[in-house]
């Protein structure tokens, strides 16, 4: 047998899975699409199909037409980069870890974040979520330098251990200064509740195109990461046997992780269990290859958080739920069905 007729024979059995992991893929991509095309069409006002869809095709500019126009899509454009941003800050934390019931607040961004936007009430007077995008976004970036820096980034020394239990130390230190400062001035936590509960309703205009670039940038980092994370999964040694660059992986995957969640922070607040819970329920599908696990991360996180959302919008007509209180009731069902299975275990 010739080495080409080896070659082909060895590429064989992947071609099956490869197409079943594309067609499944594409099946996502729908799913997606109907929550997007969902979120747009339900709301806590409940409108008429014909009247959603002459929004679009023949607006008159009136406060319903404008509703569905301007409110709902901002709002579930929103919510796609946000689940997006999560899911694959999630699957990067869990690869970074190599714990499968990781999330992106391991790293203390969440905390970071919402330490910055206390800081920022309490000292400087910020009223406005506007105001609260920029603070959020440096807390975040900040809590990860630290981080990475007090694991012993520079000095090559940054395990996943020494990570975690660094990220979960500062998380509880910045938690706890949050809270102290919202209970010194009840006016803080009066202003952050919102923010603080998760949500992506009711945001400033411009808040899609102010994180959108930095969400960008950090699915750039995470695609240029993935395909080493398959082999930092099977331990350190290893990945240096194949020619890995740990110490730049590790930081291409922090900085991807910081873009990421510290923008959807910044924007919707800290939202739980959409990087706990899709990453780890999609390795069902695509075993423990990551390059598949953050591109499905990527399509099914932002269905789930806008699913989430429109049970938000209707459970409590005429109120809503924030999805950052909806997200959990969902997800922990779920997660600890996940965390049960046989295959679970296994993976």
Do not use: K
């Given at each position: 047998?010739?080495?080409?007729?080896?070659?082909?024979?060895?590429?064989?059995?992947?071609?099956?899975?490869?197409?079943?992991?594309?067609?499944?893929?594409?099946?996502?991509?729908?799913?997606?699409?109907?929550?997007?095309?969902?979120?747009?069409?339900?709301g806590?006002a409940?409108?008429?199909?014909?009247?959603?869809?002459?929004?679009?095709?023949?607006?008159?500019?009136?406060?319903?037409?404008?509703?569905?126009?301007?409110?709902?899509?901002?709002?579930?454009?929103?919510?796609?980069?946000v689940g997006?941003?999560?899911?694959?800050?999630?699957?990067?934390?869990?690869?970074?870890?190599?714990?499968?019931?990781?999330?992106?607040?391991?790293?203390?961004?969440?905390a970071?974040?919402?330490?910055?936007?206390?800081?920022?009430?309490?000292?400087?007077?910020?009223?406005?979520?506007?105001?609260?995008?920029?603070?959020a976004?440096?807390?975040?970036v900040?809590a990860?330098?630290?981080v990475?820096?007090?694991?012993?980034?520079?000095?090559?020394?940054n395990?996943?251990?020494?990570?975690?239990?660094v990220g979960?130390?500062?998380?509880?230190?910045?938690?706890?200064?949050?809270r102290?400062?919202?209970?010194?001035?009840?006016q803080?936590?009066?202003?952050?509740?919102?923010?603080?509960?998760?949500t992506?309703?009711?945001?400033?205009?411009?808040?899609?195109?102010?994180?959108?670039?930095?969400?960008?940038?950090?699915?750039?980092?995470?695609?240029?990461?993935?395909?080493p994370?398959?082999?930092?999964?099977?331990?350190?040694?290893?990945?240096?046997?194949?020619?890995?660059?740990?110490?730049?992986?590790?930081?291409?995957?922090?900085?991807?992780?910081?873009?990421?969640?510290?923008?959807?922070?910044?924007?919707?607040?800290?939202?739980?269990?959409?990087?706990?819970?899709?990453?780890?329920?999609?390795?069902?599908?695509?075993?423990?290859?990551?390059?598949?696990?953050?591109?499905?991360?990527?399509?099914?996180?932002?269905?789930?958080?806008?699913?989430a959302?429109?049970?938000?919008?209707?459970?409590?007509?005429?109120?809503?739920?924030?999805?950052?209180?909806?997200?959990?009731?969902?997800?922990?069902?779920v997660?600890?069905?996940?965390?049960?299975?046989?295959?679970?275990?296994?993976?």
């Open positions: 047998m010739t080495s080409t007729t080896v070659a082909e024979a060895r590429r064989a059995p992947l071609r099956p899975r490869s197409a079943r992991l594309v067609a499944g893929l594409v099946v996502s991509l729908v799913a997606l699409t109907v929550a997007l095309l969902a979120s747009v069409a339900i806590s409940l409108l008429p199909l014909d009247v959603v869809l002459r929004a679009f095709t023949d607006p008159d500019g009136s406060a319903t037409h404008m509703t569905v126009t301007v409110a709902r899509v901002n709002r579930t454009m929103l919510g796609l980069l997006t941003a999560l899911g694959v800050a999630g699957g990067l934390m869990q690869a970074l870890t190599r714990n499968p019931l990781a999330e992106p607040g391991i790293l203390g961004v969440n970071g974040a919402g330490f910055a936007i206390a800081l920022g009430v309490t000292l400087l007077g910020a009223t406005r979520i506007d105001q609260y995008l920029p603070l976004f440096a807390g975040a900040a990860a330098v630290l990475y820096a007090t694991a012993g980034g520079a000095r090559g020394t395990s996943p251990l020494r990570l975690t239990l979960v130390a500062l998380g509880a230190v910045l938690t706890g200064l949050s102290t400062l919202a209970l010194i001035d009840p803080t936590f009066d202003r952050m509740r919102f923010w603080g509960a998760g992506i309703a009711d945001r400033p205009e411009g808040t899609v195109a102010a994180i959108a670039p930095a969400i960008a940038m950090g699915l750039v980092v995470a695609a240029l990461c993935a395909r994370l398959n082999a930092i999964a099977l331990g350190d040694d290893t990945a240096r046997a194949v020619g890995i660059r740990l110490g730049l992986t590790r930081a291409g995957v922090m900085i991807a992780v910081t873009l990421l969640c510290g923008a959807a922070t910044a924007a919707a607040g800290p939202l739980v269990f959409v990087g706990l819970m899709m990453p780890h329920a999609v390795r069902w599908l695509t075993g423990p290859d990551w390059p598949w696990i953050l591109a499905y991360s990527a399509v099914l996180s932002p269905a789930l958080l806008l699913a959302d429109i049970v938000g919008r209707l459970i409590v007509i005429p109120a809503e739920l924030q999805v950052g209180v909806v997200m959990p009731l969902i997800g922990a069902p997660l600890v069905m996940l965390v049960r299975g046989r295959r679970a275990r296994a993976l």
